[in-house]
């Protein structure tokens, strides 16, 4: 086999309750993520270095070098198997560039499966989870695909049940939001407001609108603690979400550390109407549609 491509969804965040700042600079989280049909492909080619290509949307914003976290998966699962294994990889990006929608991890997690398979490693995907965790945050539930809670830095995953469908419309903006950047600036509003910082918790109505597909439920019970953060940061995202309510969205928050945000319809057609509505109100560089829960990723 000389070449391996794998298809990997973006997420949206339906609940992110950052708890206390932890003296390793992480918080600990209760993360409900939800994997969106919005899809990076990463084709992995035999080859006797580490190379990387990225291609499509905002491609130049993306390194191309060591920092590429899809390549620090690949050297990492080298490192795991113990030989000096190389690829080339080429990403096709779709998923918004820091763009809160984990596309950076969505990438690493693809190089994982992809070389994984490249290689004939045939590792169970236990321990790709492992490799992905010292990876970042976000990349345990790029592998993992579906709706699911994340606990710890959002690390510790259980998978949940979900009824049907929901559709979506996200607004995506210009230029990204560092995500350290974000949780700095939530840490230092809280303290500027001397706001008591709570063990965060699941959100039972949350995972009963989920269970039970009801996405009226779903819509108000949705909620973002770096939602402010993200806005006090990126003052235009406070017109762009109203614009959303506005429009008739059942929810709108901020996707993870922004600064795309996420809308919730009622159906795939009031999808469509949503989208046109925000095109027209002109307070988005793009506005997409898509569909979740969708599955982690998968060898095409
Ligand atoms: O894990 P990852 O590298 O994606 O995290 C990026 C940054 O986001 C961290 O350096 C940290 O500042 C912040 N973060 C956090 N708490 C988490 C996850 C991320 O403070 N649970």
Not at 61 to 79: H, K, S, T, Y
Not at 124 to 146: K, N, T, W
Not at 205 to 217: H, I, K, P, Q
Request: with cysteine; aromatic share 4%; net charge negative.
């Amino acid at each position: 086999m000389n070449s391996v491509t794998v298809r990997v969804p973006a997420k949206v965040n339906l609940q992110l309750a950052v708890g206390p700042l932890r003296d390793d600079g992480y918080h600990d989280l209760v993360n409900v993520f939800h994997a969106v049909s919005i899809f990076d492909e990463v084709t992995a080619t035999a080859e006797t270095g580490m190379s990387v290509r990225v291609e499509g949307e905002s491609a130049d914003q993306v390194p191309e070098d060591g920092d590429n976290l899809a390549i620090r998966a690949a050297l990492a699962l080298a490192g795991h198997a113990g030989r000096p294994y190389g690829v080339n990889l080429l990403i096709r990006k779709s998923i918004p560039v820091a763009g809160g929608m984990a596309g950076g991890s969505a990438d690493a997690a693809a190089a994982l499966v992809a070389c994984n398979e490249l290689w004939g490693l045939g590792l169970p995907r236990e321990d790709l989870m492992e490799i992905a965790a010292d990876l970042g945050s976000d990349v345990p539930f790029a592998l993992l695909g579906g709706t699911a809670v994340g606990t710890g830095r959002g690390e510790r995953l259980t998978s949940l049940d979900v009824a049907g469908t929901f559709h979506w419309v996200f607004a995506l903006a210009d230029g990204g939001l560092s995500t350290a950047a974000v949780y700095a600036e939530c840490d230092r509003l809280r303290q500027a407001s001397g706001e008591l910082v709570a063990w965060p918790q699941a959100a039972e109505a949350l995972l009963a609108a989920l269970r039970e597909g009801d996405a009226e439920a779903l819509g108000v019970q949705l909620g973002n603690d770096l939602q402010s953060a993200a806005v006090a940061l990126r003052g235009s995202l406070a017109r762009t979400l109203d614009a959303g309510r506005e429009q008739g969205a059942l929810g709108s928050l901020v996707s993870g550390s922004g600064p795309t945000c996420a809308f919730l319809a009622r159906s795939a057609a009031h999808a469509g109407e949503l989208a046109a509505c925000l095109k027209d109100a002109g307070v988005a560089r793009d506005v997409i549609t898509a569909h979740g829960p969708v599955p982690g990723p998968v060898v095409v």
